[in-house]
């Protein structure tokens, strides 16, 4: 990051400035030694629930970069405070719905669907979602696919797709398509080898990609396989080891691979681009009026006027940091609830923990490895989105509806495979 960030066609533009604080850097260590010893003791209890990888991947992708930027790029006091607010209030949420031990509700007799329906529904979602890929693509892409890696090519072409104006709820099915659907989808037919209608989700998500090349469209899918393949409950233990040898790579790719992809890819866009974003946020709003919470909707109401975010929050700070109005500046978490003000610092945490909750109960009877793809793809995307970008766009509550259908269903436990072939059914 010394060298590289003066050369970033997104650091270079004077968001990002190297200033080691020796007092800060040490505290940052303090404050991350205080919240791992929390979450080791109060969330990392059973290593195998959804809330705890969750916890997990969040302090790894947004708490560690964020704390450590403190005293890297000498930030302001205030920030911190606030971070740690807001921090505070997301463990001790998620500790107490999450691993506290409550009474369940009984809502008296409620009729189940049988597992069956529940299949069938879940066989039809899957159905509709690619239909819709390809209807999509065919509109606005002419099914043309593009695999192209290069920045100038996937900045024309999310260029292009803004002005191509898809509207909200195309927005919203597409990414619901990209990030919970086909990949979901494509680890159960992995499982079944139906190799041809694993194949065929592949095509449908480069599909997808190609209409404004999200690199996580590109890669999620494949990336779900190997986790599914791969994943074991000891592998938390590995954590350390494994962002050591990432760190390892970059560094080593760099000097004598004289590449920067990695460093790129991973170590600017992936795990410090929020974090640095969420101090722009910070440092915008700290001393303008706090952004409304579906402002859009409320304006077209009548409820808001002359709205000073109108042109949306990440486009309005995307010119004024990246002085390119067309840079869509989103970050997730904290810099997102603190746009919202003190209430978003209290509120939007304890509703995550609300939504972790949720989680666990629609995948309490499946093993982990067949839902980690979902939980990586949350991880991913609540760090970069406003909660509720996250709860729709990027699919968390049609998650929850999918994990809640499989749950405890006959026709995804692996043991009933062989059984469930003889039936007539996918």
Request: net charge positive.
């Amino acid at each position: 990051m010394s060298e590289y960030y003066t050369k970033d066609i997104l650091l270079s533009r004077g968001v990002f400035s190297l200033e080691v604080n020796i007092f800060k850097y040490v505290f940052s260590w303090f404050i991350f030694i205080i919240a791992l010893i929390f979450i080791k003791r109060y969330i990392l209890v059973t290593k195998d629930k959804a809330s705890e990888i969750i916890i997990l991947g969040l302090f790894i992708m947004s708490f560690i970069p964020s704390v450590s930027l403190f005293g890297l790029a000498n930030l302001e006091y205030g920030y911190i405070l606030y971070f740690i607010l807001f921090w505070s209030i997301l463990l001790i949420s998620t500790y107490l719905f999450c691993n506290v031990k409550q009474r369940n509700l009984v809502l008296g007799n409620k009729r189940k669907l049988s597992d069956d329906t529940k299949y069938q529904i879940w066989l039809g979602l899957v159905f509709i979602f690619c239909l819709f890929a390809v209807v999509l693509s065919w509109q606005y892409n002419g099914l043309r696919l593009n695999l192209s890696l290069s920045l100038e090519d996937i900045y024309k072409l999310r260029l292009d797709a803004r002005k191509a104006n898809m509207g909200t709820v195309v927005t919203y099915l597409r990414n619901n398509a990209m990030y919970i659907v086909l990949p979901f989808a494509g680890i159960y037919f992995f499982q079944r080898k139906n190799w041809f209608l694993l194949v065929l989700l592949m095509y449908f998500q480069i599909l997808l990609y190609s209409i404004d090349t999200q690199k996580t469209a590109l890669f999620i899918l494949p990336l779900s396989l190997a986790a599914y393949v791969f994943y074991k409950k000891h592998y938390i233990n590995s954590i350390t080891i494994i962002l050591v040898l990432l760190n390892v790579a970059t560094y080593l790719e760099y000097i004598l691979g004289k590449s920067s992809f990695l460093i790129d890819s991973l170590l600017i866009r992936l795990y410090y681009l929020p974090a640095i974003l969420s101090n722009l946020y910070y440092d915008y709003f700290t001393n303008r009026p706090s952004a409304v919470p579906l402002a859009g909707l409320f304006e077209k109401l009548g409820f808001i006027i002359d709205y000073p975010y109108s042109d949306g929050v990440p486009y309005i700070l995307g010119g004024t940091y990246f002085n390119n109005n067309e840079i869509s500046a989103n970050t997730g978490l904290f810099g997102s609830a603190y746009s919202y003000g003190l209430l978003g610092l209290i509120l939007i945490p304890a509703i995550y923990a609300i939504f972790f909750k949720l989680i666990d109960k629609v995948t309490s009877g499946l093993k982990i490895n067949t839902y980690i793809s979902i939980l990586i793809i949350q991880v991913y995307v609540i760090t970069g989105a406003t909660i509720f970008v996250v709860l729709t766009v990027y699919g968390l509550i049609l998650a929850i509806f999918m994990l809640m259908l499989i749950n405890n269903n006959s026709w995804f436990q692996f043991k009933n495979i062989e059984r469930k072939k003889s039936k007539n059914v996918v």
